[in-house]
T-cell receptor, first 117, second 113 residues
Framework: GAVVSQHPSRVICKSGTSVKIECRSL??????MFWYRQFPKQSLMLMAT?????????EQGVEKDKFLINHASLTLSTLTVTSAHPEDSSFYIC?????????????FGPGTRLLVL | QKEVEQNSGPLSVPEGAIASLNCTYS??????FFWYRQYSGKSPELIMF????GDKEDGRFTAQLNKASQYVSLLIRDSQPSDSATYLC?????????????FGKGTKLSVIP
């Protein structure tokens, strides 16, 4: 159990276009999902917390108008990188929180590798 | 500021040996502790979690927690080359609306055949 999927796994786009990444919890409901970004050989950086039915909470320095997050259901959150530029090229990873017996555990999706040309 | 500290390594151990990975945290309010494994180019994979002081064993893995010392560790027995990866320590406070994980920078483990 506790499987999280992401789609697409890899995307190449032209500068100025928008890219949507989906994150789904397949076998559990996730009130809270998180979006991370990871550059090569660096640690995970939390971008935002996505809560079902409410606005996302962004970390300091993350532009909310550039990284649009929608958490429309208990199993789906989407991240849209708007007007992507080469510096947005990175590994984007989502995680979903499972609550079981009053304990919470984050499970990660497989990640989406974005390359902006 | 909440911090999680790990030795970046690389930590090299011979195949079959015990690998010991350490982590300290600054937030005394932390209540949940996690170890994730991340292979190069892949996303983190949950290895173990621990909430109470003491040891927790799962197969070749043992997590140890000492809240008084703000210290959590992961032991890997009978290390295999396939265990070579970066191990991320993560902590969180348990509380309504606050389930964010604070990650360490990770320790790179290399198991030498």
């Amino acid at each position: 159990g506790a499987v999280v999927s992401q789609h697409p796994s890899r995307v190449i786009c032209k500068s100025g276009t928008s890219v949507k990444i989906e994150c789904r919890s397949l076998d559990f409901q996730a009130t809270t999902m998180f979006w991370y970004r990871q550059f090569p050989k660096q640690s995970l950086m939390l971008m935002a917390t996505s809560n079902e039915g409410s606005k996302a909470t962004y970390e300091q320095g993350v532009e909310k108008d550039k990284f649009l997050i929608n958490h429309a259901s208990l199993t789906l959150s989407t991240l849209t990188v708007t007007s992507a530029h080469p510096e947005d090229s990175s590994f984007y990873i989502c995680s979903a929180t499972q609550y079981k017996r009053s304990q919470e555990t984050q499970y990660f999706g497989p990640g989406t590798r974005l390359l902006v040309l | 500021q909440k911090e999680v500290e790990q030795n970046s390594g690389p930590l090299s151990v011979p195949e079959g040996a015990i690998a010991s990975l350490n982590c300290t945290y600054s937030d005394r309010g932390s209540q949940s502790f996690f170890w994730y494994r991340q292979y190069s180019g892949k996303s983190p994979e949950l290895i173990m979690f621990i909430y109470s002081n003491g040891d927790k064993e799962d197969g070749r893995f043992t997590a140890q927690l000492n809240k008084a010392s703000q210290y959590v560790s992961l032991l890997i027995r009978d290390s295999q080359p396939s265990d070579s990866a970066t191990y991320l320590c993560a902590v969180s406070r348990r509380g309504a609306g606050s389930y964010q994980l604070t990650f360490g920078k990770g320790t790179k483990l290399s198991v030498i055949p």
